[in-house]
């Protein structure tokens, strides 16, 4: 389990490295937004909601934020799994 957890934390670094390099302040919010809180993923626009960075980083942090990402995303293997993770009961 612990390794679960030191997986996900390293992944949120990366995605914060990201988030750093990006111009684009709709996306630096909303990545800050759901870094701290997944479930505000819900409140993100659906552009924000089919951005991958997004969503993997909102997954990362609550599992269940998954409900909240754009359909297409809900079927990607790295999305799903990173979900999982942070919680078992995302694929409810």
């Given amino acids: 389990m612990e390794d679960v957890d030191a ?3 390293e992944d949120n670094k990366i995605e914060k490295k990201k988030m750093k390099k990006n111009k ?6 909303a990545l800050k937004r759901v870094a701290i809180n997944g479930g505000e993923l819900a409140r993100c626009s659906d552009i924000m909601r089919a951005e991958k960075a997004v969503v993997l980083v909102a997954v990362a942090q609550d599992g269940l934020a998954l409900a909240f990402a754009a359909a ?4 990607d293997y790295e999305v799903v799994l990173t979900a999982v993770k942070s919680d078992g009961a995302a694929l409810r």
């Avoid at 684009?24 to 919010?29: R, T």
């Avoid at 297409?72 to 079927?75: D, P």
Wanted: aromatic fraction near 0%; glycine fraction near 8%.
């Fill in 7 to 9: 997986t996900g934390m």
């Fill in 72 to 75: 297409a995303l809900t079927t």
């Fill in 24 to 29: 684009d302040p709709a996306l630096e919010s």
